[in-house]
Each structure stands twice: as structure tokens, then as C-alpha cells.
């Protein structure tokens, strides 16, 4: 069935890059997906990449994707205390009338100053 | 705020008692989704409207809950006769689904205890 995976931790220190890498099955998956939930909220859609694209930068956020590999990784440049939350990784396939996305678990970015 | 909104924020019931959250989109998107969240976990679907049309439910989705979007704005969501196990966030989704791009916008969400 379809899945999608994420390591659950990071930490990094105030002004590094963080990498957060994610791995889904779905090959027919149409849109990827980057949200952002802080403690108690409910979730912020980041970013997103359409599935024939291999790179999108938007500010301090940059999403890479190999579909070859079923990689996705979001970086985040400058990384600032207010980043840390739990960041997701989610897939839609959209080809057919499905409508809902599938995440991970969430991977839990700690930003130390 | 045009975001999304849900209502209550937090309900605590006994268990056997039944409880209904709502959900109102953001103004003109046609489609309006319900996700489950447990701790430690991501958000897992459970259903989804496309205007007032209920198009599809997930198997999490049991007798016991039932899903609403009348007049295809806010939506609610109906859990009868709850257990301890439904003890969870439920998060409400919106999408304008414009030119073939799907991008869901999330509310708060609803923290619900069951006792």
C-alpha cells in the first residue's frame, strides 16, 4: 500500500541548513508536499512540488525530489529558532478521484542557539 | 482571518456520549476535507467533500461517525456513541482545487477526550 516515511528527529544549531529527507511508494503520486506544525496547531502548508519537477526554491526553502528514487528533501537555508516544529511529508495523487493525502509521521526539527 | 476555522478548539466527553465539531472553509473552495491525528502520528484521511458531495470515505471512517456539507460551505462531523480510542485531533482541510493544482489548507483543529 502507499506510504510514506520520514526520520522523526533532527537538531541542528541556529544559522545551519537542515535537511529533512523523506521517502514515499506511490509512484503515481501527482503533488509532494512540505507542512509545518508548531505545538497544538493545526498544520501550515510550506511548499510543494509537482511530480515532473525535480527542484523548487521558494526563500529560504528548497525542495529536491528524485522520482526515480521516491526522494523528497526539503532544506531550510539559515535555520532560526522559530523553525524548530514537526515538519511533513505528504503525497496526492490526483490522476483519478482520489482526493486525500497520505503523510508520514512527522520528523521533529530542533533548533538549538 | 479567512483562514480555515474549526469549533470547539477542545471537547472532553464521556465515553458513550455523542459529539459534533464543524467546520467552516476558507469562502469558495469546493472541497472540504476531514483528517484523524494521533500523537506521534500524521494526519491519516477519513473523508472528503467536493462541494455538498460526499466522495469519499476512508475505512477508519466507521458507523459511528457520519459526515455532513449541506449546502456545500462549513461541514460537520458526527461521532456517536464514543470510545476511548477516538481520543485524538481532528483536523479540517480546504482546497480551491484551481487549474489541476491541489494545495489543502488546514485549521487548528478539534482536541477531542474521550473519558
Known amino acids: 500500500g502507499e506510504d510514506v516515511e520520514q526520520s522523526l528527529f533532527l537538531s541542528v544549531r541556529e544559522g545551519d541548513s537542515s535537511v529533512i529527507n523523506c521517502t514515499y511508494t506511490?509512484?503515481?503520486?501527482?503533488?509532494l508536499y512540505w507542512y509545518k506544525q508548531e505545538p497544538g496547531a493545526g498544520l501550515q502548508l510550506l511548499t510543494y512540488?509537482?511530480?515532473?519537477?525535480d527542484m523548487k526554491q521558494d526563500q529560504r526553502l528548497t525542495v529536491l525530489l528524485n522520482k526515480k528514487d521516491k526522494h523528497l528533501s526539503l532544506r531550510i537555508a539559515d535555520t532560526q529558532t522559530g523553525d524548530s516544529a514537526i515538519y511533513f511529508c505528504?503525497?496526492?495523487?490526483?490522476?483519478?478521484?482520489?482526493?486525500?493525502?497520505?503523510f508520514g509521521k512527522g520528523t521533529k526539527l530542533s533548533v538549538k542557539p | 482571518d479567512t483562514g480555515v476555522s474549526q469549533d470547539p478548539r477542545h471537547k472532553i466527553t464521556k465515553r458513550g456520549q455523542n459529539v459534533t465539531f464543524r467546520c467552516d472553509p476558507i469562502?469558495?473552495?469546493?472541497?472540504l476535507y476531514w483528517y484523524r491525528q494521533t500523537l506521534g502520528q500524521g494526519p491519516e484521511f477519513l473523508t472528503y467533500?467536493?462541494?455538498?458531495?460526499?466522495?469519499?470515505k476512508s475505512r477508519l471512517l466507521s458507523d459511528r461517525f457520519s459526515a455532513e456539507r449541506p449546502k456545500g460551505s462549513f461541514s460537520t462531523l458526527e461521532i456517536q456513541r464514543t470510545e476511548q480510542g477516538d481520543s485524538a485531533m481532528y483536523l479540517c482541510?480546504?482546497?480551491?482545487?484551481?487549474?489541476?493544482?491541489?494545495?489543502?489548507?488546514f485549521g487548528p483543529g478539534t482536541r477531542l477526550l474521550v473519558l
Open positions: 469562502s469558495e473552495h469546493n472541497r
Open positions: 467533500f467536493q462541494n455538498e458531495a460526499q466522495l469519499e
Open positions: 506511490d509512484s503515481s503520486s501527482t503533488y
Open positions: 482541510a480546504s482546497s480551491p482545487r484551481q487549474n489541476g493544482i491541489e494545495t489543502q489548507y
Open positions: 512540488i509537482f511530480s515532473n519537477m
Open positions: 505528504a503525497e496526492g495523487d490526483y490522476g483519478g478521484s482520489q482526493g486525500n493525502l497520505i
